[in-house]
């Protein structure tokens, strides 16, 4: 079948050309891509894209807007406030992938942004609060004897996060190994180096 005529199409949205605009910084580079190159791809004007921004940082903003505010929002759930700060830690870093993963491309455009512009150091800047905060939890704890205490908060961040990142680069929904068994991995890994170990159990009272 022939694809529909640009007449016959459901009119773009900013969503729907944040999309086509996050695919092109991918495939080309942020610094490479020009509004033309945006509008080729989505095919349509150049004037049709102007329609709904500004320039390309428009796109940008709004694409690091989706990753950032899905990184925020888990902290708001219930579980990453409720529990010891071990389980705290354990659920935000699940929900953290899980958010990667959901939003690969846009989490993809945020590792690479060079702080060249406004906006692009805006995103650095969030991502860097944001892992200030997770380090912070990290460092909670180490203090409640959860965690090892010889290692510094916000090194196992990096460390962790530069983890998570990768994944987010190679992974593939119809690769090898499911969401649900990089997640575990990842999480379990992270956990190995850093989790106090539990005391031998006490052998009961009569054994041998």
Do not use: C
């Not at 909670?140 to 996060?161: K, N, R």
């Amino acid at each position: 079948m022939a694809p529909p005529k640009r007449s016959e199409r459901a009119p773009y949205t900013l969503d729907s050309l944040t999309d086509v605009a996050v695919r092109i910084f991918t495939e080309r580079g942020y610094d490479a891509t020009r509004m033309e190159h945006i509008a080729r791809a989505a095919n349509i004007s150049k004037s049709s894209v102007y329609h709904h921004v500004t320039g390309k940082e428009d796109f940008l903003r709004h694409a690091a807007g989706r990753a950032l505010g899905a990184l925020w929002a888990v902290l708001e759930q219930p579980e990453s406030n409720e529990g010891d700060e071990l389980a705290r830690l354990v659920h935000i870093m699940r929900q953290i992938m899980a958010a990667q993963l959901r939003l690969q491309a846009e989490m993809s455009l945020l590792q690479r942004v060079q702080g060249n512009t406004p906006t692009e150091r805006w995103a650095r800047a969030e991502r860097a609060r944001f892992s200030e905060h997770i380090a912070g939890l990290v460092g909670a704890a180490q203090a409640a004897g959860h965690l090892l205490s010889g290692h510094d908060p916000a090194l196992l961040v990096h460390l962790v996060f530069s983890m998570a990142d990768s994944v987010v680069e190679w992974f593939r929904p119809d690769g090898t190994w499911s969401h649900r068994q990089v997640v575990d991995t990842v999480i379990e890994v992270m956990l190995d180096g850093t989790r106090r170990p539990r005391p031998p159990a006490t052998p009961a009272r009569g054994a041998d």
